[in-house]
């Protein structure tokens, strides 16, 4: 079951705040027992997805009531917005948000309530819609049952030792997997207080006083451009990244401004967090570590063979256990086509996995791994080389279709004094030769979505 708020967790006075705004669990508890009166019984509730309070309280009602919350992303347009809110058959918009565009029935958040409790809800029963793009065609709605949300939850906590003692503080979006069920959920299931920067903001972080820190790799690299807000961090007891992978330069420069070595985690929307570096385990920069409880990974190559677990060996990476979805909303056969015949989900992400069951993300199958020449090269790998270069501050590498390679290496590169012969000799003299860019473009900026990930199919 995921969290009642039925006083189990006290009643602190700032049990949740977000943007300063703050609640006692049992106020929050009120709250949103009051709007789940007025949306029992409804198909499925649409929250805004903006930072606030009402946002929290109108999960949490849908929740309570048994009603599925599809999150709306806060910057969602007007086409993909309608189909969204079509698509997932909602049938009543928490709050009062600006869309014009749709007469769905609106559900007022209430300033106040009392607790009463909700009968039991099953676990097999869908508690979110999560909409997620792929490359291609409109956001599909990946449905999450209370089951798996727990599940997953509970694998963290454990990996983490994530308990009611702990004071989680972040700054990310609550339409997502990271910010809403790990940074909103989590919270709320282990009973720990929850600070939600509002924007994630170096000094915001540095002046929260937490023990827990989650962040994406955006995040962290600005907060380590900033040391006296990443050494305010020190007093904490673990700082979490996840939603790409953190470059090793990041990573090694938050260990020495905090004295903490970062946790890395790997999950997508259809799998919630399978895998992640432990509170008790090794933390090595570059690998997200080992599978959570009730979780199995496994690799196969393109032919569906077994991959050797030689830390080396990329294979694309398959996942199974109590976290997965229930399948894309009204999308029988891509679902069908998600799995393998023996019931493994494709994640469409390529890894290797040590001997010592650690692995390590070399980034998505379609566009993060460049076959040229003859051999196959993680984008990623590239990156974290050209990154150590003192002239580049970001870069993004992707594979371009060429008549000789096959494809070639293109790394576009944003930073000051950039040489591109230069940084195609340090990959040159770092890696094997074949994986060194053929050509470097020098860009002002590189193209990111909410989470803050590179989006390549634009610069491809």
Partial sequence: MLPTLDGAFGDHPTAVTVDGDSVSWEHLAGRADALAADISGAAVVAVPGTPTLDTVIAVVAGLRAGVPVVPVPADAGPVEREHILRDSGASVIAGAPDWPDSDLPRAAIPARGEPWGWGAVGDAAPALIMYTSGTTGLPKGAVLSRGAIA?????????????????????????HVHGLVLGVLGALRVGSRLVHTGRPLPERYAAAGGS????????????????????????ARLLVSGSAALPVPVFEQIQALTGHTPIERYGMTETLITISTRHDGERRAGHVGVPIAGVESRLRSDDGNDVAYDGETIGGLQIRGTTMFDGYLNLPDKTAQSYTSDGWFVTGDSATIGSDGMHRIVGRSSIDIIKTGGFKVGAGEVESVLLSHPSVAEVAVVGFADADLGERIVAFVVGEGVDPQALIDHVAGSLSAHKRPREVRVVESLPRNAMGKVQKTLLR
């Fill in 151 to 175: 599940a997953d939850l509970d694998g963290l906590a454990d990996a983490w030792a994530w308990t009611a003692e702990d004071r989680l503080v972040h700054g990310l979006p609550l339409f």
């Fill in 212 to 235: 827990l820190y989650f962040g994406v790799p955006t995040v962290w690299s600005r907060v380590v451009a900033e040391p006296a807000s990443a050494s305010a961090l020190s007093s």
